[in-house]
């Protein structure tokens, strides 16, 4: 057989159900190593195309265009050197003749064999056709490693029911195995795995296939035949588009305006739970929408795995969406049923919240120094101490004592409802319930959206706390956290970072940033250091220094993100801009004078007179007129005269974009300055007053950003 002779391939492993959140990746893994395995062996090719099936019994995969048996290859096999090989005479020696031998060839061989430069010697090899892989044995192959290589969460391992000795022979996976089908076109390809050897039968729906076993009749029929006969949507993506489809259409009829809670997540967990999705409708009593709807969406979604139902303005309804794995012709009593379920959930979450607000967040904060936050930080309540002053510095700060006195309020009881029974309950609802039992209790609207939002942004892409006592805790918690880990040396290494510093690092960027605080950086992190000084082997100095290194190297990867270049986010950082509300304009202008003609030069200028002054530390900006001896320097001297204050006072302006255009002027003179003045002259009066003249022109030049960066 050769590779003209093609057929699609199906490949099945029938499990038992396998853990939901990790099926889509099981599902792509295996198919992709499985692919990847025939097109390394010859026996596929880059225009096969690949379909994976991943449903809660079943990881498939399904391939165009597989060969029955890979092309042969010629094979060219380095043997010995020349000298080792053949004798004076040029007669193969006793090494060659073992060599070929080990082959399966003999000194017949040696007038065929190639002569080629192999580094400084000549080289024998030895020119052969390798068979290429059958479809069993290279199958049989990828198979094994897609197995292997899968990302299985946790191994089980169990006894098989088949073979010599039933029940004595061990095997590990992800879950039981017990069917493996393999089809080429209509052809069984015999293969074993997992103790399973490969047919064409496998199985539908637990208790609604119309057929038990499936005989697939062919590699293209099976997406077929489960639907029909087996009442299984084998597509992952199938079955996800066609829940979204019920879901929809399902709150169509509830009522207009009525629409399922958007969660990826959850639609991805229901769709590895279900192999024949059927959307049903059921509600709850309306007494429970009393309690705040996060609890309620929280628990239906996180413990049943329930699609609440909103309406047109977001707010929670009485009905929920289930996904249920059957469909029946009367659905009442699987309605019932799951209606009765999440009852008990609701009054749980009921009563919680009216135990809850029996007691105020002010008299739940003596409980938070019970809580431990961390062995060498102390605890919940040292912690909250912390974040109370340094929230209050920085309101202080910003010159705002009506705002100090609400953050210090808003931080002492950000995180009172840690303690609370919702929150013991439901730690995702943290910040949430504490923000309704601050209205609750009567607190100002600031003061309780602060309590909510003092964990924003809690992602990439997250919403801002919405109001200024809101921003000055989020920063004060961040802030705390950050230094009081950097200053034990608990630093983020690789990819583990357990206490989210990089993540809390970025939303300081983002707040000090986007709300333009004109806060500087090393100032608000020693203030924030100070407050640490009762932990013992605290490094104040050491977490200043680090976290500002740190927040600098955090930015860096976020402006590039954005769209900035390297040298361009180089030029802006490389002098630690210490208000980070100025670096977006700092940015702006740079990328405005890297796009003028004169740029390239004036950067390579400004690069070329850094490494002279690098090199003449008794340089300092002094000028004397009276020492110049080339025409050149006075023309750049007079330039500079008539240049940098202008563009001086527009960088006092904050006009960055108009300072570093202004400069620009400079360029011709720079230019003529380099091909006419000597600036090492043997004269040690002439070379300082040079390098002083170079030291002016630098230090004007990087006010905004350091342009040596920006050439090539």
């Not at 992800?174 to 795995?193: K, M, Y």
Request: hydrophobic share 45%; net charge negative.
């Amino acid at each position: 057989m050769t590779m003209n002779d093609k057929k699609n391939l199906l490949v099945e492993l029938f499990v038992e159900e396998l853990p939901p959140k990790a099926l889509k990746k099981l599902g792509d893994a295996f198919a992709g190593v499985l692919r990847d395995q025939l097109v390394a062996q010859g026996l596929a090719d880059g225009g096969s195309v690949l379909t994976a099936f991943a449903s809660p019994r079943r990881l498939a995969a399904h391939m165009t265009d597989v060969a029955s048996q890979a092309a042969d290859k010629a094979v060219s096999q380095k043997l010995m050197p020349v000298s080792v090989a053949l004798d004076a005479s040029g007669q193969p020696t006793p090494a060659l003749l073992k060599k070929l031998a080990s082959l399966g060839a003999d000194a017949s061989a040696v007038a065929g064999l190639k002569r080629a430069q192999d580094g400084k010697a000549e080289a024998l090899f030895f020119e052969s056709t390798a068979r290429g892989a059958s479809l069993a044995d290279g199958l049989q192959k990828a198979l094994a490693e897609s197995i292997a290589k899968l990302p299985i969460p946790k191994v089980m391992s169990y006894q098989l029911e088949t073979g010599e000795l039933p029940g004595w022979t061990s095997v590990s996976f992800v879950r039981p195995a017990h069917g493996l089908v393999a089809l080429h076109g209509a052809d069984v390809v015999p293969l074993e795995a997992l103790g399973l050897r490969s047919g064409r039968e496998t199985h539908g729906h637990r208790f609604e296939a119309s057929v038990d076993p499936v005989v697939l009749r062919d590699a293209d029929s099976y997406a077929l035949q489960l639907n029909d006969e087996g009442a299984v949507i084998a597509g992952f993506e199938a079955r996800r588009q066609e829940i979204a489809r019920q879901l929809s259409e399902a709150a169509l009829k509830v009522g207009a305006g009525s629409v399922p809670i958007d969660d990826d997540a959850l639609l991805d967990e229901v769709t590895a739970l279900v192999e024949r999705p059927n959307v049903l409708v059921c509600e709850f009593e309306r007494e429970f929408l009393d309690v705040p709807q996060e609890c309620l969406i929280l628990t239906m979604k996180a413990n049943q795995k329930y699609f609440p139902l909103l309406d047109a303005h977001g707010r929670l309804t009485n009905k929920f969406l289930v996904v249920s794995n059957i469909r029946p012709q009367d659905a009442s009593a699987v309605i019932g049923g799951n209606e009765r379920v999440v009852r008990p959930r609701l009054a749980d979450a009921k009563f919680f919240f009216d135990q809850d607000r029996k007691k105020s967040l002010a008299s739940r904060v003596e409980q938070l120094s019970k809580v431990v936050y961390h062995n060498k930080l102390g605890t919940q309540g040292e912690r909250v101490t912390r974040v109370m002053h340094i929230a209050r510095a920085i309101a202080e700060m910003l010159g705002d004592a009506d705002l100090a006195s609400r953050a210090t309020q808003a931080a002492q009881l950000a995180k009172a409802d840690l303690v609370t029974d919702m929150v013991g309950e439901f730690p995702e609802l943290q910040g949430t319930m504490g923000r309704y039992y601050a209205l609750h209790d009567g607190l100002a609207p600031e003061v309780a959206d602060a309590i909510e939002d003092h964990y924003k942004p809690r992602f990439a892409g997250d919403t801002l706390p919405r109001g200024d006592v809101g921003v000055v805790v989020a920063l004060a918690d961040k802030l705390e956290t950050l230094v009081g880990m950097f200053g034990i040396g608990n630093l983020p290494s690789g990819d583990r970072d357990p206490f989210a510093l990089r993540r809390h690092a970025l939303g300081v960027i983002r707040m000090l940033v986007e709300k333009k605080l004109p806060l500087e950086l090393q100032p608000l992190l020693a203030k924030a250091a100070q407050q640490f000084s009762a932990v013992a082997g605290f490094d104040a100095e050491g977490a200043v220094n680090g976290l500002q290194a740190f927040v600098f190297d955090r930015l860096s990867g976020s402006l590039r993100e954005q769209g900035a270049s390297a040298q361009e986010a180089d030029a802006v950082l490389a002098s630690q801009p210490q208000q980070l509300a100025l670096v977006p304009e700092l940015l702006a202008a740079v990328r405005a004078f890297a796009a003028l003609p004169e740029a390239p030069a004036l950067a390579a200028a400004n690069k070329r007179i850094g490494n002279i002054l690098k090199k003449s530390p008794e340089a300092d900006a002094h000028v004397n007129t009276a020492l110049f001896r080339e025409p050149a320097e006075g023309s750049l001297y007079e330039a500079m005269q008539s240049v940098v204050p202008k563009a001086d006072a527009q960088f006092a302006a904050g006009d960055y974009t108009a300072s570093l255009q202004t400069l620009a002027a400079l360029r011709a003179p720079v230019d003529a300055f380099f091909d006419g003045v000597m600036v090492n002259a043997e004269e040690a009066d002439l070379r300082l007053n040079r390098l002083g003249l170079l030291s002016k022109l630098h230090g004007a030049m990087n006010r905004v950003a350091q342009l040596e960066r920006l050439a090539v």
